[in-house]
């Protein structure tokens, strides 16, 4: 039977609600304890398991590296190799997920206004954009780059309410994005594209429009910008038009190196990429000889695992061993940045014992002085055990990483998070763990 989970603060990792008044609303977290009795956790599952560095709490995190093997962060991807495999070998192939885990990962960005307008007639409300021509409109409205910043993926106007001080935001360009909408082309549209520029190069989604000859087939084409040569092109294998008025469901996406085209929630066309030198990006929607009209507009990012201020970002991982990230990648305790301090304190039979506990900075150890001077060390180790001892009668240890976490500390999957928005009120919203 499934177990409830309570006592660790989820909202960080599952982008929770926080009431605003310098406490957390604690969620409940629905956990499965039985399956991994009968298999391995798989990647990319999100799973509860005891806390390496303090086995008397539980985390919650997504499983991304399943040993044997090496991992390693690349411009804010995952990369896997067979295990003992150096860093910057070339033998790293990038890890991609299902279309399920890569939507409970995309950041929802608010599109609303933000769009720039080149064509005549062409205007915006909300998620809409009502082009009377042919012209183009491009995301975001101000700048050349998509950017991790902290706020996005919160819904409606939540993100502007987040408080960002301190935090690690906007600093990254995300080359990884998936567009959607609906399009109702008007008569003379003779094609439809969208394009996804990643540095240099330029993807092209391309959809025929009713205008278009009837051999016409939709088709991905990759473009160098800066060579300016063509580099590949691949055509549906049927000719297939937009009807004239008639509303389609598209998405164009570049995520994990593999672009991929949907038309009413299918898949035509997929092409493989290698990984781009630049990650900066933006979005264009364009019709050629007539306009169209688009509804229900989204913008989703990647999440970027950051990689410039942690400590590790490589990993190798013997079998039964996983590596945990969380979802929220700029404000999140996993194995980036997990490491022990040590110390070596007097025991009773004059030998020396080593002491760890989870290195958190100002929380953990705490050192205080009394009035003389004198400094007493309070500690927490990894097994959650108090520590309490003489600074003078201890010698400090270098730091350990200890980022991997062994079989034996998982305790279940996670099924289902309960988010109480407002206890008050009985307002509660439940989700499906994916």
Same mark, same amino acid.
């Given at each position: 039977?499934?177990?409830?989970?309570?006592?660790?603060?989820?909202?960080?990792?599952?982008?929770?609600?926080?009431?605003?008044?310098?406490?957390?609303?604690?969620?409940? /977290?629905?956990?499965?304890?039985?399956?991994?009795?009968?298999?391995?956790?798989?990647?990319?599952?999100?799973?509860?398991?005891?806390?390496?560095?303090?086995?008397?709490?539980?985390?919650? &995190?997504?499983?991304?590296?399943?040993?044997?093997?090496?991992?390693?962060?690349?411009?804010?991807?995952?990369?896997?190799?067979?295990?003992?495999?150096?860093?910057?070998?070339?033998?790293?192939?990038?890890?991609?997920?299902?279309?399920?885990?890569?939507?409970?990962?995309?950041?929802?960005?608010?599109?609303?206004?933000?769009?720039?307008?080149?064509?005549?007639?062409?205007?915006?409300?909300?998620?809409?954009?009502?082009?009377?021509?042919?012209?183009?409109?491009?995301?975001?409205?101000?700048?050349?780059?998509?950017?991790?910043?902290?706020?996005?993926?919160?819904?409606?106007?939540?993100?502007?309410?987040?408080? !960002?001080?301190? &935090?690690?935001?906007?600093?990254?360009?995300?080359?990884?994005?998936?567009?959607?909408?609906?399009?109702?082309?008007?008569?003379?549209?003779?094609?439809?594209?969208?394009?996804?520029?990643?540095?240099?190069?330029?993807?092209?989604?391309?959809?025929?429009?009713?205008?278009?000859?009837?051999?016409?087939?939709?088709?991905?084409?990759?473009?160098?910008?800066?060579?300016?040569?063509? !580099?590949?092109?691949?055509?549906?294998?049927?000719?297939?038009?937009?009807?004239?008025?008639?509303?389609?469901?598209?998405?164009?996406?570049?995520?994990?190196?593999?672009?991929?085209?949907?038309?009413?929630?299918?898949?035509?066309?997929?092409?493989?990429?290698?990984?781009?030198?630049?990650?900066?990006? !933006?979005?264009?929607?364009?019709?050629?000889?007539?306009?169209?009209?688009?509804?229900?507009?989204?913008?989703?990012?990647?999440?970027?695992? !950051?990689?410039?201020?942690?400590? /590790?970002?490589?990993?190798?991982?013997?079998?039964?061993?996983?590596?945990?990230?969380?979802?929220?990648?700029?404000?999140?305790?996993?194995?980036?940045?997990?490491?022990?301090?040590?110390?070596?304190?007097?025991?009773?039979?004059?030998?020396?014992?080593?002491?760890?506990?989870?290195?958190?900075?100002?929380?953990?150890?705490?050192?205080?002085?009394?009035?003389?001077?004198?400094?007493?060390?309070?500690?927490?180790?990894?097994?959650?055990?108090?520590?309490?001892?003489?600074?003078?009668?201890?010698?400090?240890?270098?730091?350990?990483?200890?980022?991997?976490?062994?079989?034996?500390?998982?305790?279940?999957?996670?099924?289902?998070?309960?988010?109480?928005?407002?206890?008050?009120?009985?307002?509660?919203?439940?989700?499906?763990?994916?």
């Amino acid at each position: 039977m499934a177990g409830v989970e309570g006592g660790g603060r989820v909202s960080q990792e599952a982008r929770g609600w926080d009431d605003g008044k310098g406490g957390g609303i604690f969620d409940r /977290v629905l956990v499965d304890k039985f399956s991994f009795h009968y298999r391995d956790p798989e990647r990319f599952e999100v799973v509860v398991f005891r806390y390496p560095l303090d086995q008397s709490k539980n985390f919650i &995190k997504r499983v991304v590296g399943v040993g044997p093997e090496s991992l390693v962060i690349r411009g804010g991807d995952l990369y896997h190799a067979p295990l003992g495999t150096p860093p910057g070998s070339d033998e790293f192939k990038i890890i991609r997920r299902s279309q399920s885990v890569l939507e409970a990962q995309l950041k929802s960005l608010d599109v609303a206004g933000e769009w720039r307008l080149d064509g005549a007639n062409w205007r915006s409300v909300g998620q809409s954009i009502s082009a009377a021509g042919a012209g183009r409109a491009v995301f975001p409205r101000t700048s050349n780059n998509i950017r991790d910043h902290y706020a996005d993926g919160y819904p409606g106007k939540l993100g502007a309410l987040q408080n !960002t001080a301190g &935090k690690r935001s906007g600093a990254n360009a995300v080359g990884d994005v998936r567009v959607t909408g609906t399009i109702a082309a008007a008569a003379d549209c003779s094609q439809f594209h969208v394009e996804l520029r990643e540095g240099a190069m330029h993807y092209r989604f391309a959809l025929p429009g009713p205008a278009a000859d009837e051999t016409a087939k939709p088709y991905i084409r990759t473009h160098n910008s800066r060579t300016g040569l063509e !580099t590949r092109k691949i055509l549906a294998v049927s000719p297939w038009r937009l009807p004239a008025g008639g509303e389609v469901e598209f998405a164009a996406q570049n995520v994990d190196d593999l672009l991929e085209l949907e038309v009413d929630g299918e898949v035509v066309l997929t092409l493989e990429i290698p990984s781009a030198a630049e990650r900066t990006c !933006t979005v264009s929607l364009v019709t050629e000889g007539g306009g169209a009209r688009f509804t229900d507009l989204g913008i989703g990012r990647d999440i970027y695992y !950051t990689s410039a201020s942690q400590r /590790v970002t490589s990993w190798d991982i013997p079998a039964d061993h996983f590596v945990m990230l969380g979802d929220n990648t700029q404000d999140s305790s996993d194995a980036r940045d997990w490491n022990l301090t040590r110390f070596e304190v007097p025991s009773e039979d004059g030998q020396g014992q080593v002491v760890r506990g989870n290195n958190r900075g100002a929380e953990n150890p705490i050192i205080v002085a009394d009035g003389s001077g004198r400094a007493t060390v309070f500690l927490q180790d990894e097994f959650g055990e108090r520590w309490v001892f003489p600074r003078d009668n201890a010698r400090a240890l270098g730091p350990v990483s200890l980022s991997l976490v062994p079989r034996s500390l998982i305790r279940g999957r996670a099924v289902l998070v309960l988010w109480p928005l407002s206890p008050s009120l009985g307002v509660y919203r439940l989700k499906w763990v994916r």
